[in-house]
């Protein structure tokens, strides 16, 4: 079977081969033949302009044609997974916003820990969220900056206690795939934190535009991993913005006050089921959308459902409330 490394490999010394043959022959008939009349000059002739004219048009040519290729069959598709009544124009609109998709996350790993910073009123929240983000696109884009949600009154501000960016460049010819990492904790972001009226945090731009961390390039990954501290009421959610496509997404709830509390999660307006995992609480769903939330709501269990000290997360059955549905 030929792989697709061998089969570049092939086209890199194959085009210009065949330009290089085929000038080579014109060349000759040129100055080794009196008239090209002759049948065998006239043969040359004609298969060196062939050679030189199949070369040129497979480097100028290839890129146009498998753009055009990808369109057609992302039409087709779309035509095909919506039926053929769907009205054209939405099969166009749908085709061109998938078009113009630059990145998409591989995993989006979300790890939420709660504890009661004024028990059975306001809770504290330590959100770490990782992500593998790959440019899918012909060119290159930068790292983002992170962003919390806003705090509520009497309570500590939204705060990013930890930010790591890791941008891996693609592996190209003999050069082996490179990775430029940097870190910064909580009193290193200090000045670059901005705050809002809404109690809501965000970092600056000019944080990673300072650090020298390169753009992300066309087939090149950035893996992100942020923490966060935020206050929440006993009852209360915790809304989470995917900002691109994500092919996994897994969520997962643990903390001293996870045993008080009733959850029910959702990704968008598809319920995500939540399962006992030792202290902790898991759920996982497939592909989303971009733009799409990861909702996590919870409130106060009663005290019949409550789990006792040392036995762990609460049970599967628990976790979803009338009081939610």
Known sequence: MTTKKNKSVWLRFLLPGALAIGALLVALVHFAFHSKDEWHGDLLSSLGEALFIAGLLGYCVDGVLKTALVKDVAGLVLKTLWGTN???????????????????????????????????????????????????????????????????????????????VIVTEPAIENRVAVSHRERWNVEQLQPFVQVKEDGSATLR?????????????????????????????????????????????????????????????????????????????????????????????????SESARAPAGAGAPQAEATTSDQRS
């Open 86 to 164: 769907a009205p054209q124009e939405y099969v166009e609109k749908l085709r061109d916003s998938i078009g113009s998709i630059d990145r998409m996350s591989s995993t989006v790993e979300i790890s939420i820990e709660l504890s009661w910073y004024d028990v059975g009123e306001i809770l504290k929240a330590k959100c770490t969220t990782r992500s593998i983000k790959h440019n899918i696109s012909r060119s290159s884009w930068g790292a983002s900056a992170p962003w919390l949600g806003h705090a509520i009154d009497g309570v500590p501000r939204s705060e990013i206690e930890d930010f790591e």
């Open 205 to 301: 731009e000019e944080l990673i535009a300072a650090s020298g961390l390169p753009e992300i390039p066309p087939a090149g990954t950035c893996e992100s991993r942020v923490v966060g501290t935020t206050y929440h009421r006993a009852i209360g959610d915790q809304p989470l913005i995917l900002s691109v496509p994500a092919l996994s997404v897994a969520l997962k709830i643990g903390g001293p006050a996870l045993r008080d509390l009733d959850f029910r999660a959702r990704i968008g307006a598809d319920e995500l089921s939540l399962a006992p995992a030792g202290e902790s609480l898991k759920g996982e769903h497939g592909f989303s959308h971009a733009g799409i939330a990861v909702w996590l709501e919870w409130c106060p269990m």
